[in-house]
């Protein structure tokens, strides 16, 4: 079985910055050190020539042009334009100040603000660098599939669910495991006919790695969704979905990570309900109707509803 992943166009045009944050931890430990100079102000970055950012990251003009072509730049005078033209498009956020760190002097108005920039960029960027290409192959996959087998523990745990949920409520066969010797029980009984989703923000989760790695012995297509496209995980999936959630202070990578994962798996659970649009559709109104009854007898408007025959 062949792997699938390399650099979209996707993430080669999209925002330097998610690439970098994305590709960080793979990095050579010079090249981390000139990728944190670029992260910590890319607007000066555009000024600076590689002399001064090789002397910033303490280290040389070779390595900055490696660190260019480590994420997909030619060299560093493309590099310098794509930060110039991210920065531009977000020189209104930054104006606001929404993007910086929560320190202990914000006010709640403060923290309101930069979580629900940090929750709509996680949004805006994974969409902008996920690959339609990469994400039709995987809807095709899971489609055709026997049954899906998704697994994740932690945050990505309640994420997973989401997606078994979905794909229950529209009649596909799936399941979701957190518990490490169910979810490899479950994986060694896949055949060709299945799909295995892997969910892990860093894509380092031993047990979902693990599992993956039983399902595709069996033969069965394995996808991973991670954050970081030359994780673990990648090594045993045959497709790759990235998110692009960025972590602060007191939103660790568990956080961070939800919003964008949910954000993937809606597209997702769309692309394969549009191909069982007819049976998909009337599975959601049968789905509805079990569950209405089950409600408070208010109206979402908080007004009593009519009873019958009144």
């Known amino acids: 079985m062949t792997k699938r992943i390399g650099q979209s166009a996707a993430q080669t045009e999209g925002s330097p910055l998610v690439r970098i944050r994305s590709l960080l931890p793979g990095l050579a430990r010079a090249e981390q050190r000139v990728a944190n100079v670029v992260l910590e102000d890319p607007a000066a970055v555009t000024h ?18 490696r660190f260019c072509k480590a994420i997909g730049i030619r060299g560093y005078p493309e590099l310098r334009l794509a930060l110039a033209a991210d ?13 910086g760190e929560i320190g202990p002097g914000d006010d709640l108005h403060d923290v309101i603000g930069k979580v629900a920039y940090a929750d709509a960029r996680a949004v805006e960027e ?17 489609s055709a599939a026997r049954r899906v087998d998704v697994y994740g523990v932690g945050a990505s745990a309640f994420v997973a669910m989401d997606l078994q949920q979905k794909l229950h409520r529209i009649g596909r066969v799936s399941f979701a495991w957190n518990d490490k010797h169910i979810a490899l029980t479950s994986a060694a009984v ?23 790695r039983v399902a595709r012995a069996r033969g069965a297509t394995t996808v991973a969704i991670t954050n970081f496209p030359r994780a673990p995980i990648t090594e045993v999936a045959d497709h790759v979905l990235t998110t692009a959630a960025r972590e602060t202070t007191f939103r660790s990578g568990a956080m961070a990570s939800r919003i964008a994962q949910l954000t993937l798996i809606d597209c997702l659970f769309i692309g394969v309900a549009q191909q069982h649009y ?14 209405v009854g089950q409600r408070l007898g208010s109206r979402p408007d908080g007004r009593r509803k009519a009873r019958d025959g009144i």
């Open 278 to 291: 007819e049976t998909a559709q009337e599975a959601l109104e049968v789905t509805y109707a079990a569950v």
């Open 190 to 212: 896949l055949s060709e006919e299945d799909v295995a989703v892997g969910i892990s923000h860093t894509g380092s989760t031993a047990d979902v790695v693990e599992a993956l």
């Open 126 to 142: 994974t969409a902008e660098q996920l690959d339609p290409a990469a994400l039709r192959q995987v809807v095709d996959r899971v």
């Open 87 to 99: 920065t531009a498009r977000s020189a209104v956020r930054d104006e606001q100040k929404l993007g």
């Open 48 to 65: 600076r020539s590689i002399t001064e950012v090789a002397e910033a990251a303490g280290t040389s003009e070779t390595t900055v042009t």
